[in-house]
């Protein structure tokens, strides 16, 4: 009897343990959440230093080290189409203490490589939209068309105009081909190694036009060497407001909007309010005149989002550049 009450005695004793741990472990997760960042914040991003993205990323650590009290690092991790850097964010430990950044051709990973999916609340957490980098339509500056329609009427005369884009399967070459196909415009298509190469073949008269982005455009542009047809977003760019979109002068919806983008994200499993916390300084930060002010010399219009925003906007570029690479004909595995 008596090694029979003890036993119960026991049992009790550590039910009542095993009720206080499951409590006190929420607890201790919230507490630590509160704390957070506790040390420096890794940013993985798979460009090299340099660029409209890695200052972005630059100037986004920077302010919120500044408010967050820990340093945020930016780590670059550049090779295989973002794919080196994107995996090195994605299956870091999920504590907060890495996180990446994803762009657009994050989308099309599906159709460049084999068995990688990247896709939200799968394979990572989206934790805000950071900005866009609208798409301008670039002519050579000796073209012989002043405007967009003038633009079309030589490419279906002639026959042989010639697209600069930097790389199969880039949204500037994806832009470019939709563009054509929509105005019935015949194009030879020319890669370069890279956005500042394709810009710098415009202004060098070698192709007769590029979807850029303005912070690459923009040397060839002041330069007198090429010049700015259109936009290719639903309203002027505050960073070149003078310049007509595509829709005021006619060009397909289908490359509306077809443009860079910028996205925070961190690894599966990380802590929602680690998630909350990051999303609120980044939409705080990227609020104030000061960061709008310096994503403006980069050609970014800053634009944050909640994480589910972010997770809806990534699904449908995903959708949407599947379904043009498909109607494009395109392969874009290596």
Not at 26 to 38: L, N, R
Not at 104 to 133: E, N, Q
């Amino acid at each position: 009897m008596r090694a029979t009450r003890l036993i119960r005695r026991i049992s009790r004793s550590c039910a009542i343990a095993l009720c206080i741990n499951a409590v006190a472990l929420p607890m201790g997760t919230v507490a630590h959440a509160a704390d957070y960042p506790e040390r420096p914040v890794k940013i993985i991003l798979g460009f090299a230093p340099g660029g409209a993205t890695d200052g972005l990323a630059r100037i986004l650590a920077r302010m919120l080290s500044e408010r967050m009290g820990q340093q945020f690092i930016v780590d670059n991790k550049p090779g295989a189409a973002t794919r080196i850097g994107i995996e090195a964010a994605q299956k870091a430990s999920a504590d907060g203490y890495t996180i990446g950044l994803a762009t657009a051709v994050t989308t099309a990973f599906p159709l460049m490589f084999d068995g990688v999916s990247f896709a939200p609340d799968k394979d990572f957490v989206p934790i805000s939209m950071l900005g866009r980098a609208p798409t301008f339509l670039m002519v050579r500056k000796d073209l012989p068309a002043q405007n967009y329609k003038e633009f079309v009427a030589l490419g279906k005369k002639d026959g042989k105009l010639t697209l600069g884009h930097p790389g199969n399967g880039s949204n500037p070459h994806i832009a470019g081909l939709t563009l054509a196909r929509a105005e019935g415009m015949p194009v030879t298509s020319i890669p370069y190694k890279g956005t500042q190469p394709a810009a710098t073949a415009v202004g060098a008269g070698e192709v007769d036009f590029a979807m850029m982005e303005y912070a690459v455009a923009r040397p060839m542009v002041e330069a007198g060497k090429a010049r700015l047809l259109a936009v290719t977003e639903p309203r002027r760019s505050a960073i070149q407001p003078d310049i007509p979109t595509g829709r005021e002068v006619g060009i397909t919806k289908d490359v509306e909007g077809l443009t860079p983008w910028f996205m925070m994200f961190a690894p599966i499993g990380t802590p929602k309010p680690v998630v909350d916390a990051l999303n609120k300084q980044l939409r705080e930060v990227l609020a104030t005149a000061e960061v709008r002010q310096q994503l403006a010399q980069l050609g970014v219009e800053p634009e944050s989002s909640s994480a589910a925003e972010a997770a809806s906007y990534f699904n449908a570029q995903r959708a949407r550049v599947s379904k043009l690479v498909d109607e494009l004909k395109l392969s874009l595995k290596n």
